[in-house]
């Protein structure tokens, strides 16, 4: 049976040497944009949708100055269909303290990455690590499973991070220059054998060394986890209305976005969501003017809605 510290990090590097796709992130000589690029796609979306849309926004903008440079509206085009569009519009004003603050560099700091638009103490984390080798707890959904099952036995992590498993997760990381690989060979061990439903365990590394395998992989019994509607939701209202903004090659008319979703009150109340997110006054013409404080921003869709 594994026991020691060392060996489980032996096994699951030798596992992810063998095992780990080849992303583009990833590779040598990826540039720390790079891997900022990919950390803010990677949020809440699969792999497979962020691969071609994080090749093309790179070919677009392959630095933060040229982001910085682009309309923010541009940015939230290029999103397109990844989902959770505020991501564009925080990653445009990562990209433009970037530009102001740290002479166009991504900074190496975690703090000074942690001060950056959109960036938590996981994103931090992630590219302090990946990017700049730095020795850092990266703990996503994916690790946090590893090292629960692993260590603690539990079928699957609770909603928030809890001290216990920053602790965990620094008692188990390697010294430099490894950590950072380690960070890596968890993540993906979790999201190609340590899933969270149907886990393929007999392909676990460190099967013979999991506490939650020896408990006979007992079920979560924590708060219950609440799974996202789709169909019917807001959200999808707010997508339908974006994706009808955002691919529109002129104004947009009320019945427009009425063809869109027919029900007022829904529909009133996610574009005004999205007038709030900043979503709507990046893609139109209606942007605030500072000389003019009591400029009527949109804020209707039963108004027409002009293109930048």
């Known amino acids: 049976m594994l026991t020691t510290t060392p060996t489980l990090q032996k096994r699951v590097l030798a596992w992810y040497d063998e095992h780990a796709r080849d992303l583009p992130w990833r590779r040598p000589g990826t540039a720390a944009w790079g891997v900022v690029v990919s950390e803010f796609m990677l949020q809440q979306t699969r792999v497979d949708r962020v691969l071609p849309a994080y090749v093309l926004w790179l070919e677009r903008w392959p630095t933060p100055a040229e982001l910085a440079a682009a309309a ?99 008692a188990l990381a390697p010294p430099d220059p490894l ?57 999808e209202v707010r997508g339908r209305l974006l994706a009808a903004l955002r691919d529109a090659v002129g104004p947009v008319t009320p019945a427009a976005l009425a063809a869109v979703w027919p029900i007022d009150d829904q529909r009133e109340r996610a574009f005004a969501s999205l007038v709030a997110d900043g979503l709507v006054p990046a893609l139109t013409s209606a942007q605030p003017d500072p000389a003019r404080p009591n400029q009527r921003m949109p804020g209707s869709s039963r108004e027409t809605v002009r293109q930048r």
Do not use: K
């Open 72 to 170: 923010p509206g541009d940015a939230v085009r290029q999103w397109g269909r990844l989902g959770y569009p505020r991501r564009a519009l925080r990653l445009h004003a990562a990209a433009a303290v970037m530009v102001e603050r740290h002479g166009g560099e991504v900074p190496s700091s975690y703090a000074d990455l942690r001060a950056l638009p959109g960036i938590g103490d996981y994103t931090a984390a992630a590219i302090a690590s990946f990017a700049f080798g730095g020795r850092h707890v990266v703990l996503d959904t994916n690790v946090r499973r590893v090292l629960g099952r692993l260590v603690g036995g539990e079928a699957l992590p609770p909603p928030a991070v809890t001290r216990a498993e920053r602790e965990r997760a620094e």
């Open 179 to 235: 950590g950072p690989r380690w960070a890596v060979a968890t993540m993906e061990l979790g999201a190609l054998v340590c899933t969270s439903r149907a886990p393929r365990c007999e392909r676990c590394p460190v099967l013979d060394a999991c506490a939650w395998q020896r408990a006979g992989a007992p079920p979560y019994d924590g708060p219950a986890r609440l799974r996202q509607r789709y169909p019917g939701t807001d959200r």
